[in-house]
């Protein structure tokens, strides 16, 4: 019953809730970066007004970084418990807030805090989008939506120089904090509006049926904080936790610094170097959509969810390693970009893969908690890397940046590897 269960397709009330799911998840997500990568589209033009060197705009760039990671603790284990709705809902206005507050900046101080807040506020953003695919696909077709909705991420870094540079030039760097933050409001209401879990009272038998095929109910009980202090007991979250802080500061590497990388390493003018820094990031979007494809069909094959789960991510971070490394010596600028763009392209589908072993690796009650603690993890790595990176560019060139940022990365994969071998049970 339950291989039968696992195959059939979705019945059409179910079908139809998932898709408004994912569209209101991507449509989120991309904002939420579109938020974080307007920093670094502005980057000349607030360096330039506030007077800041490439170590304080590192600094700046990692303010983010650093207060996501630490909210992400408390952030899993609230979103098991009150569920997506309104924690995601809550961390939208709080974010939108923060960022258009970054357009009044006029000192280093204020921006910093400015930053900071809008971390806070996306912290709920992707514990949510694991715990909404988590109630509403059963745990053998979760690469998918999963790799749909993290495609957001990249689309979002994507059209950043596409969108704000113009905006940028026509009016002042100001006014891309101003717009983006009232677009997060708008989401807000939507999201909160539209947006429903599951309630199994309400279903149909065959509705359950499909739902229930991994004996996960998204009314199942909700832990308490000793059980989500417990996920630290095992391996596996700490080989998920090292893990994505290598892969993460590989790609904050390029998130942070790359249209600052092109311009001042590889003397691109600001209109090439606006597409050339679209390009890689268009890549990622196609990265992360076909990860998650591709990871349910290996999860299918392979002996176990985890494993074929695992040894994706670790084939995707190995590949940024590997195109990192020409990326950062050859002459060609073309070559280059074309490098990174194959990292930026494994960087989200190395994501997008490790976002759906969360919800086959996780207890059942505690899926958005171990999502939550892997994401910590990377972004510790995501707040490291911008301010090693200014530090080693500043020092030296962006050279030894890059390949120290390929090192990590695979450190992160080899922690994958050794660490993630079986689920953690409820």
């Known amino acids: 019953m339950t291989f039968l269960s696992a195959n059939l397709a979705a019945p059409a009330r179910i079908r139809r809730r998932q898709t408004l799911a994912l569209v209101l998840l991507v449509v989120c997500g991309i904002i939420n970066y579109l938020d974080r990568a307007t920093l670094a589209v502005a980057n000349e033009y607030i360096r330039a007004d506030l007077g800041l060197s490439l170590g304080q705009m590192g600094l700046l760039l990692s303010a983010f970084s650093w207060s996501y990671a630490l909210c ?17 809902g809550a961390g939208l206005v709080v974010w939108s807030l923060a960022q258009a507050a970054g357009g009044f900046a006029a000192t280093f101080g204020y921006f910093v805090i400015a930053r900071i807040a809008l971390g806070i506020g996306e912290a709920p953003q992707f514990p949510a989008a694991a715990r909404v695919v ?9 690469g998918t939506p999963t790799g749909i909705y993290n495609s957001a ?3 979002g870094v994507a059209l950043a120089p596409l969108l704000l540079a113009p905006l940028i030039a026509s009016t002042s760097w100001h006014w891309a904090f101003f717009v983006t933050g009232a677009m997060g409001i708008v989401a807000a209401l939507v999201w909160v509006g539209l947006y429903r879990d599951p309630v199994r009272a309400e279903l149909t038998a065959e509705e359950r049926a499909y ?5 996960v109910s998204a009314a199942a009980p909700k832990a308490g904080f000793a059980s989500w202090l417990a996920l630290f ?12 802080f290598g892969s993460v500061y590989l790609n904050w590497v390029y998130l942070t610094w790359l249209p600052g990388y092109l311009r001042a390493e590889r003397h691109m003018d600001l209109a090439y170097a606006g597409i050339a820094a679209s ?4 890549c990622g979007f196609a990265g992360a959509l076909i990860a998650g494809w591709a990871s349910d069909r290996v999860a299918r094959a392979a002996a176990s969810p985890v494993s074929g789960r695992r040894n994706a991510v670790v084939v995707s971070t190995l590949g940024m390693v590997a195109f990192t490394i020409p990326a950062a010596l050859v002459d060609s600028n073309v070559v280059a970009v074309a ?6 392209f494994l960087a989200n589908a190395s994501s997008a893969c490790a976002w759906s072993l969360a919800t086959v690796a996780a207890p059942p ?6 999502g939550a603690l892997q994401n910590f993890g990377g972004f510790l790595g995501g707040a490291l890397a911008p301010i090693l990176t200014g530090y080693i560019a500043q020092t030296w060139s962006f050279v030894p940046a890059l390949l120290t940022g390929a090192g990590i990365a695979f450190l992160g994969a080899m922690s994958y590897l050794f660490l993630v071998t079986r689920p953690i049970p409820e």
């Open 233 to 244: 007991r095992y391996r596996v979250t700490w080989g998920m936790m090292l893990g994505f």
């Open 279 to 282: 390009v890689p990031f268009m």
């Open 339 to 344: 490098c990174i763009s194959l990292v930026i």
């Open 134 to 142: 988590s109630n509403w696909f059963p745990i053998r077709a979760r």
């Open 72 to 88: 992400q603790l408390p952030v899993g284990a609230l979103v098991d418990k009150i569920g997506p709705r309104w924690l995601l």
């Open 365 to 370: 009650s505690r899926v958005a908690s171990l």
């Open 211 to 215: 739902l229930e095929v991994d004996a």
């Open 153 to 155: 991420s990249p689309l």
